[in-house]
């Protein structure tokens, strides 16, 4: 449920300082396609040399009224249309609530129940009331509904009912992810990460996210895959890991992308593949990651899975370094080149920068 969904964000920062090098999907760096060791003026005769990457805290995600997901349609409703959720996914709220209303006094309708948390939770045909949402998912919840649980579960770990109950939303995630809840699952496995609310427990983890995993959620897919590559709760499986990876990655999950990327230019666990590692980082980069910007600078930088280009290479490491990821070789590199090789760089970041520069006033 979209709202609710949202609000995992708060579990991701939570859990952007967790012990070691595993951390979860949208707050982990990748490996960097590290710089040569000289500088690359020209394409180097080895590969060149890899390194750990910081890992970097995840950025906020999008407002939870932005695109709301209507609830999971009861199997019931498979065969008999459910014209509160039909109404709910044309964006005729106002009518779903008038529906799911009714269909809650004659029916005692569970599904309907959440659908009305939901319209509460996101403000949508009614005024936003999370108290009121809360109480519809509560009612739903204690009637046995997963989406009900995990919408409620997020409310109280995002603090939105006044003072945050990290365990009374441990609690519901456990319950909705022991009905099949795939985001509940994975944020459960976040916490088993986390080590506050339970003891650390990355077997555990790894549990959780393999049944999200399997069942298409790339989130999981991309933890899972962090765990086999480190072997925490696990044994170290490189191939294994990078099978993962490329199953996020094709669901177009940007840290996977990075990640993967980063295998196959290495041939980490799978076939050395230089130019498609290139046109994935290029795409990641494209989406607004300063990691991928960074690794795609390089490789335009030395010519490894496209063809050397200058202005590309030093546009996309201003723009990677405005995003927080600095790379002093680069710096040098692209004092090295010619005025007009410079110029035509900057001209070329510019709209990038102007767009960073625009996004972080908006935040302040």
Known sequence: MSAARHLAACLVLALASIVGSVAPAAAQGPIPLGPPATQPTSPPAAKPAMKPAPRRPAPAPPAATSTPVPPAVPAASQREPDLAYGAFQRGHYMTAFSIATRRVDEQKDVKAMTLLGELYANGLGVERNEKKAAEWYR????????????????????????????????????????????????????????????????????????????????????????????????????????????????????????????????????????????????????????????????????????????????????????????????????????????????????PWLDAIKEARESRS
């Open 139 to 350: 009612l739903g919840a204690d009637r046995g509904d997963r989406e009900a649980m995990f919408a409620l579960a997020m409310l109280h770990l995002g603090g939105r009912l006044g003072t945050a109950d990290r365990e009374q939303g441990a609690k519901l995630l456990a319950a909705a992810a022991k009905l099949g809840h795939l985001a509940a699952a994975y944020d459960l496995g976040l916490l088993y990460l986390e080590g506050q609310l339970f003891p650390q427990d990355f077997a555990r983890a790894a549990e959780l996210f393999r049944g999200a995993a399997q069942a298409g959620s790339p989130e999981a897919q991309y933890a899972l895959a962090t765990l086999y590559k480190e072997g925490r709760g696990v044994p170290k499986d490189l191939g294994e890991s990078a099978r993962l990876l490329a199953a996020a990655a094709l669901a177009d999950y940007t840290d996977a992308q990075v990640e993967y990327a980063i295998a196959l230019f290495n041939g980490s666990g799978v076939g050395r593949d230089e130019p498609t590692a290139a046109a994935l980082l290029k795409k990641a980069a494209r989406k607004g990651n300063p990691i991928a910007q960074n690794r795609l600078a390089n490789i335009l930088a030395i010519g490894r899975g496209l063809p050397a280009d200058p202005v590309q290479a030093i546009k996309w490491h201003m723009v990677a370094k405005a995003g927080g990821v600095g790379d002093v070789p680069l710096d040098t590199f692209a004092q090295k080149q010619a005025p007009d090789i410079r110029t035509a760089a900057e001209k070329a970041a510019k």
